[in-house]
């Protein structure tokens, strides 16, 4: 059974920082998109933050400058950097991964359970 497991999300002031982690353990041969996503109560999930197993990046435009994504291949892990978070990044965070189980597969999206980042003073 694979299974994304995301860490790292709490309570910071306005300004401050966080480091989320996602984790992909189980039958794994191969994961090619890594990314994020965030949903703030009353609100459509949104795209934050995509990297690509060469790591080429892409951030949505109310993260960019501010979040950093990157991976480390050897340990199925992806990461999303937060720095000068603001109140309005407040919601669950979810760590998507796109994992082809076995050599002849083709590659399924899977979800983790999400963490919630809370920006408050």
């Known amino acids: 059974q694979l299974q994304l497991v995301e860490s790292g999300g709490g309570l910071v002031q306005p300004g401050g920082t966080l480091r989320l982690s996602c984790a992909a353990s189980g039958s794994i041969f191969s994961i090619s998109g890594m990314g994020w996503h965030r949903q703030a109560p009353g609100k459509q999930r949104e795209l934050v933050a995509t990297?690509?197993?060469?790591?080429?990046?892409y951030y949505a435009s109310f993260v960019k400058g501010r979040f950093t994504i990157s991976r480390d291949n050897a340990k199925n892990t992806v990461y999303l950097q937060m720095n000068s978070l603001k109140p309005e990044d407040t919601a669950v965070y979810y760590c998507?991964?796109?994992?082809?189980?076995?050599?002849?597969?083709?590659?399924?999206?899977?979800w983790g359970q999400g963490t919630q980042v809370t920006v408050s003073s």
């Open positions: 998507n991964a796109n994992v082809a189980q076995t050599i002849s597969s083709r590659a399924l999206n899977y």
């Open positions: 990297i690509t197993s060469g790591g080429s990046t």
